[in-house]
T-cell receptor, first 116, second 108 residues
Framework: EPEVTQTPSHQVTQMGQEVILRCVPI?????FYWYRQILGQKVEFLVS????????KSEIFDDQFSVERPDGSNFTLKIRSTKLEDSAMYFC??????????????FGPGTRLLVL | GQNIDQPTEMTATEGAIVQINCTYQ??????LFWYQQHAGEAPTFLSY????GLEEKGRFSSFLSRSKGYSYLLLKELQMKDSASYLC?????????FGAGTRLFVKA
């Protein structure tokens, strides 16, 4: 069964450093998403991406964040200058398309980011 | 504004039925997801309701009333492995907002 994959599974970084989290969505999916979940808290929407551009983003997704689809398979989230409060689990998700039964978002296993 | 309310915790007995309610207020609405999340793992898809009414899928059913901003997830024949958090997540446009989740404890 196809699945979303994410690398690395864990990342430890120093405050102020840049990190890139990588995701490989399911191959025939067209819509991609990033979410984060701070330990013990709810899953929070960050951004959705379609056709090489951001479709929607939350207020969390400020100028420190960017997303990119550098090739036909990868989808990345970059945090330019990490802060302590960026420590969280970051989930990538993908879906075929909104509407006509293709809305289901399948989540990757997550990258646990720890900022020291 | 956006607001999603679901009970924080519920406890039920193996073999029983449990209903997890969710009320929501969102700007824009296309449908509502229910996800299951075990501790330390990613959410896994359970159901997606677009139209009013009940959708049944094996031991899990989900109900939606768009006019009331209300949904519930019904779990039948509870098993120990159903102990997890259940996340109500309305979708509007390209944005899905998750509730804080209901932690379900299934006891023998």
């Amino acid at each position: 069964e196809p699945e979303v994959t994410q690398t690395p599974s864990h990342q430890v970084t120093q405050m102020g450093q840049e990190v890139i989290l990588r995701c490989v969505p399911i191959s025939n999916h067209l819509y991609f998403y990033w979410y984060r979940q701070i330990l013990g808290q709810k899953v929070e929407f960050l951004v959705s991406f379609y056709n090489n551009e951001i479709s929607e983003k939350s207020e969390i997704f400020d100028d420190q964040f960017s997303v990119e689809r550098p090739d036909g398979s990868n989808f990345t989230l970059k945090i330019r200058s990490t802060k302590l409060e960026d420590s969280a689990m970051y989930f990538c998700a993908s879906s075929e398309r909104p509407g006509q039964g293709g809305e289901t978002q399948y989540f990757g296993p997550g990258t646990r980011l720890l900022v020291l | 504004g956006q607001n999603i309310d679901q009970p924080t915790e519920m406890t039920a007995t193996e073999g029983a039925i449990v209903q997890i309610n969710c009320t929501y207020q969102t700007s824009g609405f296309n449908g509502l997801f229910w996800y299951q999340q075990h501790a330390g793992e990613a959410p896994t898809f359970l159901s997606y309701n677009v139209l009013d009414g009940l959708e049944e899928k094996g031991r899990f059913s989900s109900f939606l009333s768009r006019s009331k901003g209300y949904s519930y997830l019904l779990l039948k024949e509870l098993q120990m492995k159903d102990s997890a958090s259940y996340l109500c997540a309305p979708r509007g446009g390209f944005k899905t907002i998750f509730g804080a989740g209901t932690r379900l404890f299934v006891k023998a």
